[in-house]
């Protein structure tokens, strides 16, 4: 089977981990759970620090959760997640998404938030992910779009941010505007268009608390991360160039006038 090829950008520094905790099931999954029942099973692929996988629990108490992601280290942190939230039905394993280690038609529910960019093959993932749901079950994909993403007011470093962000995430192999093209790649992996439903969804950092947060963790995530190492490593950028983008993310945070939108696209495919 094929195995994972792209590298995940951001690594699970402080910084990355900081924004990862900070996702819900509302904020991050709210187009899928008007479909959940109670009894349902359901796999989260790249579950993280666990704060979705275990929200997604919750709303199937008679059913159960399996929280699936590549790095043994941060499943701890999800199981702390899940314990210090008194949740028992979920359970962690460590996979390739590639590759799923699961008997085919095993969930009712497949789901993954942000994983797809960061894959060497998507449309492969979708179709593993297709091959382990239940027939009438239901493929939930989430992920963001970096070309869409827009702020105001404008300074001087924030678009070599992005521009610096799309060379590094595709020399990993990954896909940093996954968003627009979830829907073709699921046409790609054999789902039904007539069963396909692609919506879009958002994240805005507005207030000051949010933008210091936002402002803040993009800044450190910029200089101390995986990510930043990468671009070094790779040659896209000098450690005095990541100093310059950290502080104009700083500089933007500071604007009172500051104001910036996460784009995702979204899609929900019946099986």
């Known amino acids: 089977m094929p195995q994972e090829t792209a590298v995940y950008t951001h690594g699970h520094h402080e910084s990355v981990l900081r924004s990862h905790t900070w996702r819900t099931a509302a904020n991050s999954a709210g187009y899928l759970l008007d479909s959940l029942l109670?009894?349902?099973?359901?796999?989260?692929?790249?579950?993280?620090?666990?704060?979705?996988?275990?929200?997604?629990?919750?709303?199937v108490p008679d059913g159960e959760v399996t929280g699936l992601?590549?790095?043994?280290?941060?499943?701890?942190?999800?199981?702390?997640?899940?314990?210090?939230?008194?949740?028992?039905?979920v359970r962690f394993a460590v996979g390739d998404v590639h590759a799923l280690d699961f008997p085919d038609d095993s969930f009712c529910v497949v789901h993954a938030h942000q994983v797809l960019q960061h894959v060497g093959d998507p449309v492969q993932a979708l179709r593993e992910m297709r091959r382990v749901t239940r027939p009438g079950g239901i493929v939930a994909v989430r992920d963001a779009d970096f070309s869409a993403m827009t702020w105001y007011p404008e300074v001087d470093g924030m678009t070599d941010w992005l521009d610096l962000y799309l060379?590094?995430?595709?020399?990993?192999?990954?896909?940093?505007?996954?968003?627009r093209r979830l829907h073709a790649w699921a046409r790609q992996?054999?789902?039904?268009?007539?069963?396909?439903?692609?919506t879009a969804g958002t994240w805005c950092y507005r207030t000051p608390r949010e933008r210091s947060w936002w402002s803040e963790l993009w800044a450190d995530r910029t200089i101390a991360s995986a990510y930043a190492r990468i671009a070094v490593d790779g040659g896209h950028a000098t450690p005095d160039e990541l100093a310059r983008i950290a502080e104009a993310w700083r500089e933007w945070g500071s604007q009172e006038d500051g104001w910036f939108t996460?784009?995702?696209?979204?899609?929900?495919?019946?099986?």
Do not use: K
């Open 38 to 59: 109670p009894h349902m099973r359901i796999l989260d692929i790249g579950c993280g620090p666990g704060t979705i996988t275990a929200d997604l629990a919750a709303l």
């Open 189 to 198: 992996a054999g789902f039904d268009p007539a069963a396909l439903t692609a």
């Open 167 to 179: 060379r590094v995430a595709r020399s990993n192999g990954g896909e940093p505007d996954a968003g």
């Open 262 to 271: 996460v784009l995702h696209g979204e899609i929900l495919c019946r099986v």
């Open 69 to 89: 992601d590549q790095v043994p280290a941060v499943l701890e942190q999800a199981r702390a997640t899940a314990a210090g939230r008194g949740v028992a039905n």
